[in-house]
């Protein structure tokens, strides 16, 4: 997030609600697929990089 720039808010436009958002980033819940889709088409994160993060 520091490295791209963007706000924890932002992050919940992209993937959901506040406390899914809250889950991700303290890794209680891995990325969905459409999670992984989306975070790669609006931040061009290398799909590479999230797949690791799904599992």
Not at 18 to 42: A, D
């Amino acid at each position: 997030m520091d490295q791209l720039g963007i706000t924890r808010k932002e992050l919940e436009t992209m993937l959901g609600r506040r406390g899914r958002v809250s889950e991700i980033l303290t890794k209680k819940r891995g990325l969905s697929l459409e999670m992984i889709r989306r975070l790669h088409r609006k931040l061009h994160i290398p799909l590479e990089s999230l797949i690791g993060t799904a599992a």
